[in-house]
T-cell receptor
Framework: KAGVTQTPRYLIKTRGQQVTLSCSPI?????VSWYQQTPGQGLQFLFE???????NKGNFPGRFSGRQFSNSRSEMNVSTLELGDSALYLC????????????????FGPGTRLLVL | QQQVKQSPQSLIVQKGGISIINCAYE??????FPWYQQFPGKGPALLIA?????SEKKEGRFTISFNKSAKQFSLHIMDSQPGDSATYFC????????????FGTGTRLTVIP
């Protein structure tokens, strides 16, 4: 079974631009969560989508948004990019609603490394 | 404000030794505490997790010790192997409410042969 795939793997943008990242979950998984990983702040939770609805959200500004399609694929969008948005963006999927663990296990993708110049 | 404080930032251990990584939290509403392992170029993977009604959980060479009164929990890796060299993250999660999930800053473990 294929794992979580993220595209693109690397991306360079300039300040003020916007970017869209894509995540394809493991086949059959209906939950997709997004995380930001930086050397300074570490790993931070962005949001979780399940059945095309945002079910949980971290403490990020509205410039960060996402959506999930009927096939469970998800996209994350960052508008008006700032230098501080440079990070590794990780996507993770689980079969059911994850909400931090409970009975589900999340499987992470390799991430998209975004560099904002 | 860092909801979860993790230490040390880096750790070097001889093969066969015990690796110990510590985390502390403030919010007593957290009710699930997982540890993740991340190899370079890969996403994190769940290693082991514990709930606050249990003081210890062991899975193979990995053990979580949990001290509810001190609001601390730690990961012990027994008989550490070079293949354990990775970055380890702790997390504290509250199963209800929004903005409920916080990670430690990570510990880079190097196991020397």
């Amino acid at each position: 079974k294929a794992g979580v795939t993220q595209t693109p793997r690397y991306l360079i943008k300039t300040r003020g631009q916007q970017v869209t990242l894509s995540c394809s979950p493991i086949s059959g998984h209906r939950s997709v969560s997004w995380y930001q990983q930086t050397p300074g702040q570490g790993l931070q939770f962005l949001f979780e989508y399940f059945s095309e609805t945002q079910r949980n959200k971290g403490n990020f500004p509205g410039r960060f948004s996402g959506r999930q399609f009927s096939n469970s694929r998800s996209e994350m969008n960052v508008s008006t990019l700032e230098l501080g948005d440079s990070a590794l963006y990780l996507c993770a999927s689980s079969f059911g609603l994850w909400r931090g663990g409970n009975q589900e296990t999340q499987y992470f993708g390799p991430g998209t490394r975004l560099l904002v110049l | 404000q860092q909801q979860v404080k993790q230490s040390p930032q880096s750790l070097i251990v001889q093969k066969g030794g015990i690796s110990i990584i510590n985390c502390a939290y403030e919010n007593t509403a957290f009710d699930y505490f997982p540890w993740y392992q991340q190899f370079p170029g890969k996403g994190p993977a769940l290693l082991i997790a514990i709930r606050p009604d249990v003081s210890e959980k062991k899975e193979g060479r990995f053990t979580i010790s949990f001290n509810k009164s001190a609001k601390q929990f730690s990961l012990h890796i027994m008989d550490s192997q070079p293949g354990d060299s990775a970055t380890y993250f702790c997390a504290a999660i509250r199963q209800t409410g929004a903005n409920n999930l916080f990670f430690g800053t990570g510990t880079r473990l190097t196991v020397i042969p």
